[in-house]
């Protein structure tokens, strides 16, 4: 006998968790799970074929979980039930089931927002969408703190849930170690004899496999390579993750976050994003395992704070600016840059070391850390003077665990300083001196960092001089860029001639494509 169900408990992709706002009252006799795998969403950017199988492997482990627990789920997978979108998989679901209710938790970006606002009126149900409960603050506290404020900047929002959570907190209220912030002691390169322990990768099981056998044929238009795959897609999985990297990588975190190599695509970095972002581990429990590592002993204090304030302070900021910011954010361009993506960005097939390192990696795992993508890939960007809306959907594309609400400020407000300052005091911009600080990259580059000008001149370096140059109407009277413009003010005639005449003609080169190609890229797994 076909069972009748009162309520239909709607799941999203990154909502794999068995704690979410929309399953803690769930019964297995009254409510109808309902999840699906919308061609619409894996198909509105190319994404990489392993954030693919990942998310949908995830998906599918966690409908396991839920009917092992009783639930009846209504499973709209690709290959045997497909549907258009997440509306379509819904109507389907209450047309068979004459369920006038749906639960949901809020999505995490406005497009799915938008499309769940139609249900009520268009399908003639009642729709409830609770609050995402999985954050530390609710986006009433960022709107709270946005209040009245000039500056949305992050350290101050940190603080603030520092003190809430009572987190790396002092009784008296004062942080551990007297301050708030050890950034300045998380900026070393990686010394020549250190090489980072390789992370923890999962074999796939039959779900996961059958998946890794199909992407490539039943997603013709993704993109990236598979054989690297070694993603966790159970929490059982993320939390051996989590585990291995509190033992083996926290505490020389803080000393290399920044650092880059061709030694290692990962370093010390966690690799837990993508858990974070799809629900297979919670923030707090992730914070707090590194809190219990430092008050241990078995990490220090910069290594620590640093990898809490990347949960607690960056991706809570960041997911409250998405919010207070709305739909339109990412429309704008303030340095109205409009060259289009080059065509190494799909191949990794570019001279310049760092940019193949980075691209080459993050096409070959989905993955590349933080300061790849803002200080190789995003200056790049930047001072070339890339398109933010092609730029902007290529990240979403490529990383495992890009989400709009997460990626979208990264890199248009962080990276691309394309919202005039709402997010970044300044632009990210630099040139290959840093790179070459940062990284053993430039060693093996046809390039020279130390040339401004000249055949083998790093291109980075003219580049960062022709930006400032052309922004000077906009970013002349920045307090943060004071020093580099008086810098360029002091620069005979003839010099700065030479670095714009550099500039343009590579800028003609990347435009015409006209490249010749070195070097190699590192391996995640």
Not at 289 to 301: I, M, R, V, W
Request: proline fraction near 6%.
């Amino acid at each position: 006998m076909k069972q009748h169900f009162q309520t239909i408990r709607f799941i999203l992709g990154d909502q794999l968790t068995p704690s979410l706002s929309s399953l803690k009252d769930a019964d297995p006799d009254q409510d109808l799970i309902v999840m699906a795998e919308p061609h619409d969403e894996a198909t509105y950017v190319p994404h990489h074929r392993q954030k693919i199988v990942m998310i949908l492997s995830a998906m599918r482990h966690f409908a396991e979980e839920l009917r092992e627990n009783g639930f009846h789920v209504a499973y709209f997978d690709y290959q045997n039930h497909p549907t258009k979108s997440f509306t379509d998989a819904l109507k389907a679901a209450v047309t068979e089931h004459n369920v006038k209710e749906v639960i949901i938790t809020e999505p995490g970006e406005w497009r799915v927002k938008h499309e769940i606002d139609t249900w009520s009126e268009d399908l003639d149900i009642s729709v409830d969408v609770r609050a995402d409960d999985r954050f530390f603050a609710p986006l009433s506290a960022f709107e709270d703190f946005a209040k009245d404020r000039k500056e949305l900047r992050m350290e101050y929002f940190y603080r603030g849930l520092r003190r809430d959570t009572g987190i790396l907190m002092e009784p008296d209220g004062k942080p551990v170690g007297g301050q708030w912030n050890f950034d300045h002691d998380n900026r070393k390169s990686l010394p020549d004899d250190v090489t980072p322990p390789t992370p923890k990768t999962f074999a796939p099981d039959k779900i996961t496999q059958g998946l890794l056998d199909r992407v490539c044929d039943d997603f013709p238009d993704a993109l990236g390579d598979v054989a690297s795959f070694g993603w966790p897609v159970t929490r059982q999985d993320a939390l051996a993750a989590l585990d291995h990297f509190m033992k083996h990588r926290l505490a020389q975190f803080g000393d290399y976050q920044d650092a880059m190599t061709v030694k290692s695509a990962t370093l010390y970095h966690s690799l837990i994003s993508p858990c974070l972002n799809t629900g297979l581990l919670l923030p707090d429990e992730v914070c707090r395992a590194a809190e219990k590592a430092y008050h241990e002993g078995k990490a220090p204090l910069n290594a620590v704070e640093g990898f809490i304030r990347q949960i607690l302070g960056w991706r809570e900021y960041v997911r409250g600016l998405y919010w207070y910011l709305g739909p339109d954010y990412g429309s704008g361009n303030h340095f109205d840059a409009k060259r289009p993506l080059p065509e190494f960005f799909w191949d990794g097939d570019v001279p310049m070391n760092c940019l193949k390192q980075a691209i080459g990696e993050t096409l070959e795992n989905a993955y590349a850390h933080h300061i790849q993508r803002l200080m190789v890939i995003g200056n790049f960007s930047l001072l070339a003077g890339l398109d933010p809306k092609e730029v902007c959907d290529w990240y979403l594309a490529v990383y495992i665990d890009a989400f709009e609400w997460v990626e979208l400020p990264n890199t248009f407000g962080m990276a691309l300083y394309a919202d005039g300052g709402k997010m970044a005091s300044k632009p990210y911009a630099a040139s290959g001196k840093y790179i070459d600080r940062m990284s053993d990259y430039c060693k093996d580059c046809q390039y020279n960092p130390r040339n401004n000008t000249g055949k083998d001149a790093c291109p980075f370096n003219a580049l960062y001089w022709h930006f400032l140059d052309r922004n000077a109407d906009k970013l002349g009277n920045n307090p943060r860029l004071g020093m580099p413009y008086r810098n360029w003010a002091r620069m005979k005639d003839d010099n700065k001639r030479d670095l714009i005449a550099q500039a343009d003609a590579f800028l003609r080169k990347l435009d015409d494509g006209k490249f010749d190609t070195v070097s190699e890229q590192g391996s995640l797994f």
